[in-house]
């Protein structure tokens, strides 16, 4: 399979994934919308990584695939906090870093 067809679905992930970051109020929806936005990037990784015949891509994506488990855990639990204080989940609704 040749490097454009990886290349045209990472780009529909990255426009899908930005214009749900961008247009979206719950932050489920955000997150998961972070989620994709990655996931692009993973797959450009892998598929210049085979392109090129060289592994540093494919373990640099083990890498972000961990960061983004590491951060959907902890967005996860800063949302449970948050709507235990103050009942939504609605990121327009959230101002209790406000003075």
Do not use: C
């Not at 990472?10 to 919308?33: C, D, E, F, W, Y």
């Not at 990584?49 to 592994?55: E, G, K, P």
């Amino acid at each position: 399979m040749p490097v454009t067809h990886y290349l045209v679905l990472s780009m529909a992930l990255l426009i899908i994934g930005t214009v749900g970051v961008l247009t979206r109020r719950n932050i489920i929806v955000i997150l998961m919308s972070i989620e994709l936005i990655l996931n692009a990037v993973n797959i450009n990784l892998v598929a210049f990584s085979d392109y090129l015949q060289n592994i540093n891509g494919q373990v640099f994506t083990i890498f972000v695939i961990t960061d983004a488990a590491a951060e959907a855990a902890v967005g996860l639990g800063i949302l449970i906090a948050l709507f235990r204080n103050k009942e939504t989940v609605h990121a327009d609704e959230i101002d209790i870093l406000r003075w």
